[in-house]
Structure formats: C-alpha cells, structure tokens
C-alpha cells in the first residue's frame, strides 16, 4: 500500500504470511456443493466439490420414455411392452429390466417394420441383444445401453457407429458396406471402437464387403477407429468378416478395411 504501511518486506513473504483460506466448499447432496464458511468444508472450490459431487442421475425405471419412431413402439406392443393405442411413449418400467430386443423384418416377419429414429432405446439399459435388422437406421445412439453383448444391425443405412461406450460386445453384425445393390448401395465408412473393449472379447464381426466371386468386393472404404496406437496393432488379429465366397462361409476379411487410433 506504500512506504512503510505494510508488515511484510517483499510479495513472496507476504504470500508465506499470509495464505489463502483453507476449503469451504462441502457436498451437501449429489449436485448440491455450497461454501458453509472458512475452513468447514473438503473442496477449494465450486468446480472441485461439483467434480466430486456430481447429481445422481435419473432412475431409467421411472416415469415414461418418450418412443417418437410409431414402427418401433409398434414392435414394442406386439412384444407385449407397451399396448395401444400408439403414443409415441412406453411406460419406463416395462422395459428397464429388458435383456433381449428384436425389432426385425425379414423371411417369417409378420410385420414389416420400416423403423428409422431409435430414440427410447437408451432407456433398456439391461439390454445385452439387441437385433434392429433391416430397418431403414441412418444412426443410433447405444451410449447408455452398457450391458449390450450382441448386435444385430445389418441391412441398415449406416454411415458412422460410435461403440465406444459399449465395452461387454461380443457380436456385432453391421452388415452395410455396400456389395450387394439390393441391400446396400454402400453406406458404412467409420466404426468407432474406442480404447476400452478388449479387441479379443469379439469373436463376431460383420460387415459386408462382396457376396462370392460373382459379386466382388465395392463400395466405399471402412475405417476402425480402435483408439491407441497398440490396439491398432492388435486389431490386425481382429476378424472382421465379409461374404460367403462361393458358399465357403464366413471368412476373415479386411480387403479395403483400415485400423486407426
């Protein structure tokens, strides 16, 4: 403050004599952090204790959850988890604890199900298969379904998947890289499988890259984002299957396929 006024010589000897207040900030609850006063509380500051504190998020099983796509809440009735009439909603109880969802049009399908916005499907959060196939899926959002193991989504209109929140997958059928004009004109570019899913935990891995020698191999490249620049490696051991060439089966593919971090 000026000539002779203050206590201390330099800046550094005020700073040692004069520290900052000790953590005020306390949790009070799950996303409630107040400041009860100096030196009462464990956090320095709001965003430390909201870091450590965060608000516990909403139950999956309460309430309703809004099912916009009328195709898929029609599955969900002929399934028995909703009943009519169609409201574009499903009571969330009914299908929180579900582990199985097929939702499907193909050969012994009664209904053809052209189903297109997947929204409602991050309330199954217990869902381990889920089997959307030959929808008209352009993208889907599977960042909450955790406990998923198989799934079925081949003969859709994807371009880009994000899996990366999906660590317990076992199978994947993706099915959609163009090769065969009926299904598929060649929409799947990237998948993302973040660093986390062990590599060696996918014994299935489908896409579709050319049906036998009278249907070569086309469409655009794919690219598996794996993560680190080890999983790349380990990713060179990762079947990734293609056609049935000339009725032999399955087999491991990866003409066109390329791995990145």
């Known amino acids: 403050y000026g000539f002779g006024i203050g206590a201390y010589p330099t800046e550094s000897a005020c700073l040692d004599g004069c520290p900052p207040p000790p953590p005020s900030w306390t949790c009070v609850s799950p996303g409630n952090c107040q400041d009860l006063g100096f030196g009462t509380g464990p956090y ?13 998020p909403p139950d999956p099983c309460i309430g309703t959850t809004s099912i916009p796509d009328s195709d898929f809440e029609e599955g969900l ?3 028995g988890y909703d009943s009519g009439p169609l409201d574009q909603s499903v009571i969330s109880a009914n299908i929180c604890g579900v582990t199985s969802l097929t939702i499907t049009s193909g050969n012994n399908i009664p209904h053809a199900y052209d189903l297109s916005d997947t929204t409602g499907i991050e309330d199954f959060v217990a869902l381990e298969l889920l089997n959307f ?3 008209n899926i352009s993208t889907i959002d599977l960042s909450n379904n955790i406990a998923l193991k198989e799934l079925y989504l081949h003969n859709n209109m994807i371009a880009t998947i ?10 994947i059928n993706l099915n959609t890289q163009g090769g065969d004009t009926y299904w598929n004109p060649g929409y799947l570019t990237d998948i ?3 660093d986390t899913l062990p590599l060696s935990q996918i014994v299935m ?4 890259q ?3 020698a009278h249907n070569p191999p086309h469409g655009q490249p794919l690219t598996i984002h794996v993560g680190t620049a080890i999983r790349v490696q380990e990713a060179q051991d990762l079947y990734v299957y293609g056609g049935n060439q000339g009725g032999a089966g399955w087999i491991p593919y990866h003409t ?3 791995f990145v971090i």
């Open 133 to 135: 196939s030959s929808q």
């Open 192 to 194: 993302y499988l973040g």
């Open 162 to 171: 994000d899996l990366s929140a999906n660590i317990n997958l076992e199978k």
């Open 205 to 208: 891995f489908v896409i579709y």
């Open 210 to 212: 050319g049906n036998s």
């Open 44 to 56: 320095p500051t709001q965003g430390a204790c909201n870091t450590a504190c965060p608000p516990t």
């Open 77 to 79: 009735i002929t399934l």
């Open 256 to 258: 066109g396929v390329t």
